[in-house]
């Protein structure tokens, strides 16, 4: 059974950093895309930034400069380092794995998810 489980989520004030952490188990993800992703309250859910396993990256021009996807395939974990968070940042954040090793923006494309956890950036 594929398990993914995030970390990290919280409440900061407006400049403040966040580190999301992914932990995938059941399977191995050495070989596959992973992603984050976000909704906020009333929104579609939108593509954050995007990992390969050979770890090209994709990110959301609205967090270009300011996230920073990483991950470690030793310990089959995704990384999502957020600086110079907004208000408008806020939302509940997701990873995702695909079943390839190709990024792509469109939340369908990815066969598995976690629960989310919650980001509040306070003004």
């Known amino acids: 059974q594929v398990q993914l489980i995030e970390s990290g989520g919280g409440l900061v004030q407006a400049g403040g950093s966040l580190r999301l952490s992914c932990a995938a188990s059941?399977?191995?993800?050495?070989?596959?895309?992973m992603g984050w992703f976000r909704q906020a309250p009333g929104k579609e859910r939108e593509f954050v930034a995007g990992?390969?396993?050979?770890?090209?990256?994709s990110y959301a021009d609205s967090v270009k400069g300011r996230f920073t996807i990483a991950r470690d395939n030793a310990k089959n974990t995704v990384y999502l380092q957020m600086n110079s968070l907004k208000p408008g940042d806020t939302a509940v954040y997701y990873c995702?794995?695909?079943?390839?090793?190709?990024?792509?923006?469109?939340?369908?494309?990815?066969?598995?998810w976690g629960q989310g956890t919650r980001v509040t950036v306070s003004s």
């Open positions: 995702a794995v695909r079943e390839t090793d190709l990024v792509v923006t469109r939340s369908r494309e990815y066969a598995h």
């Open positions: 059941g399977r191995t993800f050495n070989t596959r895309a």
């Open positions: 990992i390969s396993w050979s770890a090209g990256k």
